[in-house]
C-alpha cells in the first residue's frame, strides 16, 4: 500500500495508487463518508476520476447495494444477476 488516510472522511482511504488525481480523491472522500461504506475505501494503481466513484476504486457497503460504484467503466465485466440467495442471508456474509 502506497499511502492511507483516516482525515479524508469518517472511514479511512487506502491507496495502492501514488497519486492520486484530485478529482478521484474528493469522489473516495465523499465515499468515505457514505453511511454505509464499510472499514474503508481503497483505490487501486489505475486510480481516475469516473462517475461518482473513481475508477479503480473499491468499497464495500452494508446493507446496500450503490450501483455506480458496481461499475460504470468500459468493460469493467460487472453486471446484475438475479439469484435465489435472500438478501437476509448475503448481509450476514459481511458480519463476519
Known amino acids: 500500500m502506497k499511502w492511507e ?13 501514488e497519486r492520486v488525481e484530485e478529482g478521484a480523491l474528493e469522489q473516495a472522500a465523499n465515499l468515505a463518508n457514505h453511511p454505509k461504506v464499510f472499514r474503508h475505501v481503497a483505490l487501486m494503481p489505475d486510480c481516475h476520476v469516473g462517475y461518482g466513484m473513481p475508477i479503480g476504486g473499491v468499497a464495500a457497503f452494508t446493507d446496500a447495494v450503490i450501483p455506480n460504484a458496481v461499475g460504470v467503466d468500459i468493460g469493467c465485466g460487472m453486471c446484475a444477476v438475479q439469484t435465489g440467495l435472500p438478501a437476509a442471508k448475503s448481509s450476514n456474509a459481511w458480519k463476519r
Open 5 to 17: 488516510n483516516t482525515e479524508l472522511g469518517k472511514l479511512p482511504v487506502k491507496s495502492w495508487c
